[in-house]
């Protein structure tokens, strides 16, 4: 079984070389596959990607010339994977890339039925109370029990990816996928990841409060959506 793993990086020229000097453990296995996907940067990520990638051969680069969003940066490097078991985490070094280990181990049983995401420990109080509050609203909107929503890694079967319909090219993602492994019936399995601070650059979405308002107000406009369709 080969296990692909997306990162996607927009703007992570001072995290990429720790990011990578995490994700060796995986340059030596021909079980796996690093897809970093530079999407969109503006910074100097394609020249330093560019230049570090030749120490490891395994590694992949998907480079999207302007960035669309960040479902559209996942969504490229996904399309790319060769593996038969897919997903993603992220390039700020708030987990570990190498999480992902301890995920695969729940799809060695049903590896096309299973879907496992993180769970997140650590964080402060109020991005605590942030995930409470839209877990409970996604909870009763779909009536499924939903909980920390955005937690990373994100890991499913390519048979899971190729039956879904169009995703969104945004932070909703996330949802997407959570919402549509629950519809499918597939096997949901969390386990604990530490989610500290980045390590070098700013969020592009939990910036302030501004920025939480607007990634809300998007949330709960795709879930409206994701409900009505369910209907139709």
Same mark, same amino acid.
């Given at each position: 079984?080969?296990?692909?793993?997306?990162?996607?990086? $927009?703007?992570?020229?001072?995290?990429?070389?720790?990011?990578?000097?995490?994700?060796?453990?995986?340059? +030596?296995?021909?079980? #796996? @596959?690093? !897809?970093?996907?530079?999407?969109?940067?503006?910074?100097?990520?394609?020249?330093?990607?560019?230049?570090?990638?030749?120490? $490891?051969?395994?590694?992949?680069?998907?480079?999207? @010339?302007?960035?669309?969003? $960040?479902?559209?940066?996942?969504? +490229?490097?996904?399309?790319?994977?060769?593996?038969?078991?897919?997903?993603?985490? &992220?390039?700020?070094?708030?987990?570990?890339?190498?999480? /992902?280990?301890?995920?695969?181990?729940? #799809?060695?049983?049903?590896?096309?039925?299973?879907? /496992?995401?993180?769970?997140? $420990?650590?964080?402060?109080?109020?991005? !605590?109370?942030?995930?409470?509050?839209?877990?409970?609203? @996604? =909870?009763?909107? #779909?009536?499924?029990?939903?909980?920390? !929503?955005?937690?990373?890694? =994100?890991?499913?079967?390519?048979?899971?990816?190729?039956?879904?319909?169009?995703?969104?090219?945004?932070?909703?993602?996330?949802?997407?996928?959570? #919402? &549509?492994?629950?519809?499918?019936?597939?096997?949901?399995?969390?386990?604990?990841? &530490?989610?500290?601070?980045?390590?070098?650059?700013?969020? =592009?979405?939990?910036?302030?409060?501004?920025?939480?308002?607007?990634?809300?107000?998007?949330? !709960?406009?795709?879930?409206?959506?994701?409900?009505?369709?369910?209907? =139709?």
């Amino acid at each position: 079984m080969k296990f692909s793993l997306v990162i996607p990086c $927009y703007n992570e020229v001072k995290n990429i070389p720790l990011l990578l000097e995490r994700c060796a453990v995986f340059n +030596s296995r021909d079980d #796996f @596959e690093i !897809i970093l996907v530079d999407n969109g940067s503006t910074d100097d990520s394609k020249e330093l990607l560019k230049r570090l990638l030749p120490q $490891y051969p395994t590694f992949k680069i998907v480079r999207v @010339e302007k960035n669309k969003g $960040y479902g559209f940066g996942i969504l +490229s490097g996904l399309r790319e994977a060769k593996g038969d078991v897919i997903g993603w985490t &992220h390039a700020d070094l708030q987990t570990d890339p190498k999480d /992902v280990l301890q995920a695969l181990d729940f #799809f060695k049983e049903a590896p096309t039925k299973t879907f /496992v995401k993180g769970k997140r $420990y650590g964080r402060s109080f109020m991005d !605590i109370i942030f995930t409470l509050g839209m877990s409970a609203f @996604e =909870t009763l909107l #779909f009536k499924k029990r939903m909980f920390d !929503i955005n937690a990373q890694p =994100t890991v499913f079967s390519k048979k899971f990816f190729k039956s879904l319909p169009k995703p969104p090219n945004d932070f909703a993602l996330d949802l997407f996928f959570y #919402f &549509h492994a629950i519809q499918k019936g597939l096997i949901i399995q969390r386990f604990p990841v &530490h989610f500290g601070k980045r390590f070098a650059g700013t969020s =592009t979405w939990n910036s302030g409060w501004l920025a939480r308002y607007k990634f809300i107000k998007r949330t !709960i406009e795709f879930s409206l959506k994701l409900k009505k369709d369910m209907k =139709t």
